[in-house]
């Protein structure tokens, strides 16, 4: 029963923006969306959250649908360095729950 | 965002010895650590959640006496693996509950790469 669902993989051009999407369609009210991702070989780094409305910070900007179900990770203009594996995963009661994720590849 | 710190970051040991593993978090106190495990290629599993001062919650399949938890301080909490075998190599990483600020993110430390000979 995966709580979120993720392409498996995707590329994108150096300096264009990156659309990373996210199925969670069975998410409670009081779930937040969150994203992470995973340089090969070192520890989850947070990139952002959000419960309901749509949020930015200095790394990327989330997109949550109004019904909730899906979202939208944007890393505006990425770099070679943005290569990682992405997950997005469900929060409730601080426990995490991570899928697959997507490998992001960002091609120069 | 907040720093949270694993050591060793690799080990190496041989079968039937015990491995363990810190993980701190430098800049804010956690109440609640979580335990990851992760094999090649695939995704983190959660071992179990460490509560300060209380027993650690194990997920299902989890051997508690095998993988053991004690989170002694809101900045400190241990794993400890009892008598290593191989089929416990994998890479394991820490994370911290900040309780402050909205949905109470965890902050994941930087893994420790078990091998077991």
């Known amino acids: 029963d995966a709580k979120t669902t993720q392409p498996p993989s995707m590329d994108c051009a150096e300096g264009r923006a990156a659309n990373l999407p996210c199925n969670h369609s069975?998410?409670?009210?009081?779930?937040?969306v969150y994203w992470y991702r995973q340089i090969h070989s070192q520890g989850p780094q947070y990139i952002i959250h959000?419960?309901?409305n749509n949020e930015t910070n200095e790394m990327a900007s989330l997109i949550i649908t109004e019904d909730r179900k899906s979202s939208t990770l944007i890393l505006p203009h990425a770099t070679l360095r943005d290569t990682a594996v992405y997950y997005c995963t469900r929060s409730y009661g601080g426990q995490l729950t991570f899928g697959s994720g997507t490998q992001l590849t960002v091609l120069p | 965002g907040a720093v949270v710190s694993q050591h060793p970051s690799r080990v190496i040991c041989k079968s039937g010895t015990s491995v363990k593993i810190e993980c701190r978090s430098l800049?804010?106190?956690?109440?609640?650590m979580f335990w990851y495990r992760q094999f090649p290629k695939k995704s983190l599993m959660l071992m179990a959640t460490s509560n300060e001062g209380s027993k650690a919650t194990y997920e299902q399949g989890v051997e508690k006496d095998k993988f053991l938890i004690n989170h002694a301080s809101l900045t400190l909490s241990t794993l400890t693996v009892t008598s290593a075998h191989p089929e416990d190599s994998s890479f394991y990483i820490c994370?911290?509950?900040?309780?402050?600020?909205?949905?109470?993110?965890?902050?994941f430390g930087p893994g420790t790469r078990l091998l077991v000979l």
């Open positions: 994370s911290a509950r900040d309780p402050s600020g909205s949905g109470e993110t965890q902050y």
């Open positions: 800049d804010f106190q956690a109440t609640t």
């Open positions: 069975t998410i409670s009210g009081n779930e937040y």
């Open positions: 959000g419960l309901k």
